[in-house]
């Protein structure tokens, strides 16, 4: 550019212009990789933190609003974060947290579905037997006969 300065010919200005943006381009490929890795580890303690969260309060809190509410983001980032590493959302990492924890209570404990259900959140029977038949396709009592 200092060379194209020194000159005095007739695109004088559209040949410094071409070398600033030229260098401009490059300076902004320079800078997107380290802003992509900041984001992906950004994106990555929010998975975890979230992940940790659940793991704690899933007995007892089935909302995603808590759980961004506790991160001090937003629902909408959350589930966007979430989707883009693990492929669902918030709301089905839950439920899926959940629906496994209500599987292992359903085969290994002596539990009745009423109590696993209290010890997992719900306020009715009803609503646990068919939050699990949604997500498994088959009431509890039918997942303990066929065990």
């Known amino acids: 550019m200092e060379l194209?300065?020194?000159?005095n010919h007739q695109f004088k200005n559209q040949s410094i212009g071409a070398w600033l943006k030229l260098f401009l381009i490059n300076c902004n490929n320079y800078c997107d990789k380290p802003l992509e890795?900041?984001?992906?580890?950004?994106?990555n303690h929010i998975l975890k933190s979230f992940k940790n969260q659940v793991d704690t309060h899933y007995k007892k809190q089935h909302s995603t609003s808590f759980y961004a509410q506790n991160l001090n983001i937003s629902t909408d980032h959350l589930n966007r974060v979430v989707k883009s590493l693990i492929g669902k959302t918030a709301k089905d990492y839950i439920q899926s947290r959940i629906s496994i924890s209500a599987k292992r209570m359903l085969y290994f404990s002596g539990l009745s579905n009423k109590e696993i259900g209290y010890e997992l959140g719900f306020k009715?029977?009803?609503?646990?037997?068919?939050?699990?038949?949604?997500?498994?396709?088959?009431?509890p009592s039918a997942f303990k006969e066929n065990r």
Do not use: D, I, M, R
């Not at 194209?4 to 000159?7: A, D, G, N, S, T």
């Not at 890795?37 to 994106?43: D, I, T, V, Y």
């Open 4 to 7: 194209e300065v020194e000159q």
């Open 37 to 43: 890795l900041h984001k992906n580890e950004q994106g």
């Open 124 to 139: 009715e029977p009803a609503h646990f037997s068919s939050f699990f038949k949604k997500c498994t396709g088959q009431t």
